[in-house]
């Protein structure tokens, strides 16, 4: 009682927002880096398949080595942040993605390439998690979805730069040189995070704006076992696990990989070109996160805004996967609109944290964090093998290409996933912005 009194007389003295937005902005140039790696084989498809000698469904699992690593660190990455707390886990984190990355870059074969992306995956994992706590620690509660928008827009930042840009450095240079720079620059942005950013205001002299004894207490070990099975007690733990990969698997299945390939085979784009409209849909996505994360604060309610975006976004899909007939401009102004509304999933962390106690935070935002990367990781192999069962042995410059039946088979499981989000998200409890406390659990 007399600590959460002294916590309430010491709330004048919470940090001011230049320095909160400093250490939440070094966390959230990490997980640019990680949205870099994720999206960058999208441009690079021709020459992977042809360096590492592989076909659609080999390019499908290099991409999906990331996503494995990836998302089998969720959970263990939420429960750590809870117990160790970002700082640590995102230098450390800085400084194995580098290295993969180094590894990736100089591979010659498809093995020592694959080890690089299961590193690099398995590192940037707790780029999102981290970040999330340093959102909920270093902003008062009701920033927390406006904020958690914002590091979707810095991380597609990222993406966006392995759009176009990365495509002409690649013309360049060559893409194994540019793959060694960001690796370099990975490692030195590690040293920078240990050095300027804190888990909590009070290790800056600041008072909190959590209360003590809501922030990390057990020990790793207790956490592994307890954390996560009390999150799963809650019903929109298993909701929220389900959903949000439907809009993340469409948006990095065809931005993050089979997008450009699909553009310059059927609608007779150039790389740079197709790789602008992928840049399109993830810019749109840039600009939706903060928008409802920002409307559903605003609002109250997470639910109702939530199956707004969702329903929205499987239309759009719908439309640029099945209609061949499309023009240039329609076709525009489809992946801007179908990108603005997959903003709508940014919804599910803070809908997530709302629905377990607040020392669950870490671990709930795993979880969720976790399912949202379960849609590229199963989808984007899983488009890779029906191309190559569809495949009717037509070869350009050097690699297997596909028939527009072909595509629009493969994209079937992604349109069935979203679909599947939309109905799911009718079976959630909404939390009207409210966290829950120990008592309502």
Request: proline share 5%; glycine share 12%.
């Amino acid at each position: 009682m007399l600590e959460l009194e002294s916590f309430e007389n010491n709330r004048l003295n919470t940090p001011p927002m230049s320095l909160a937005w400093l250490i939440w902005g070094l966390g959230a140039m990490f997980y640019l880096v990680g949205f870099f790696q994720r999206v960058a084989p999208a441009v690079m498809t021709q020459e992977l398949m042809r360096d590492f000698q592989i076909s659609a469904s080999g390019l499908g699992h290099l991409s999906g080595l990331y996503f494995y690593s990836y998302v089998s660190m969720q959970i263990p990455t939420g429960i750590l942040a809870d117990t160790l707390g970002p700082r640590k886990l995102l230098s450390a984190g800085c400084l194995a993605a580098g290295m993969g990355t180094l590894l990736f870059s100089m591979s010659s074969g498809f093995f020592a390439a694959g080890l690089g992306r299961l590193l690099i995956g398995a590192s940037v994992a707790v780029a999102f998690v981290g970040l999330l706590k340093l959102s909920s620690s270093w902003f008062p509660k009701n920033f927390y979805g406006f904020v958690a928008g914002n590091a979707i827009s810095i991380g597609l930042i990222g993406a966006v730069t392995a759009g176009p840009p990365l495509r002409f450095l690649m013309d360049t240079f060559s893409w194994r040189p540019v793959i060694v720079s960001s690796g370099i620059i990975t490692i030195l942005l590690g040293a920078l995070i240990w050095f300027v950013v804190r888990d909590y205001p009070r290790e800056k002299g600041y008072s909190d704006f959590i209360a003590v004894g809501t922030g990390p207490q057990s020990s790793p070990s207790d956490s592994f076992r307890n954390n996560f099975i009390k999150a799963l007690r809650f019903r929109n733990t298993w909701l929220l696990f389900i959903i949000p990969g439907g809009i993340v698997g469409n948006i990095l299945t065809f931005s993050g990989l089979w997008g450009v390939p699909y553009l310059v085979s059927h609608h007779g784009l150039t790389p740079g070109r197709a790789a602008s409209l992928t840049s399109v849909l993830l810019i749109g996505w840039a600009l939706g996160s903060p928008f409802f994360g920002w409307m559903s604060d605003v609002l109250g309610k997470r639910k109702p805004l939530y199956i707004a975006g969702c329903v929205l976004t499987a239309v759009g899909w719908s439309l640029i996967l099945f209609r061949e007939d499309l023009s240039m401009l329609q076709l525009i102004l489809i992946l801007s609109m179908t990108g603005f509304c997959s903003g709508s999933m940014i919804i599910s962390f803070a809908f997530a944290k709302e629905s377990v106690p607040l020392t669950l935070s870490g671990t709930i935002s795993g979880l969720t964090n976790m399912g949202s990367m379960m849609g590229p990781t199963l989808l984007q192999p899983l488009v890779g093998r029906i191309l190559d069962a569809r495949w009717s042995g037509q070869m350009a410059e050097g690699v297997r290409s596909y028939s527009l039946e072909a595509y629009e088979t493969g994209f079937i499981p992604m349109i069935v996933w979203i679909l599947l989000s939309v109905l799911l998200l009718f079976f959630t409890k909404e939390t009207h912005c409210r966290q829950m406390t120990l008592i309502e659990s």
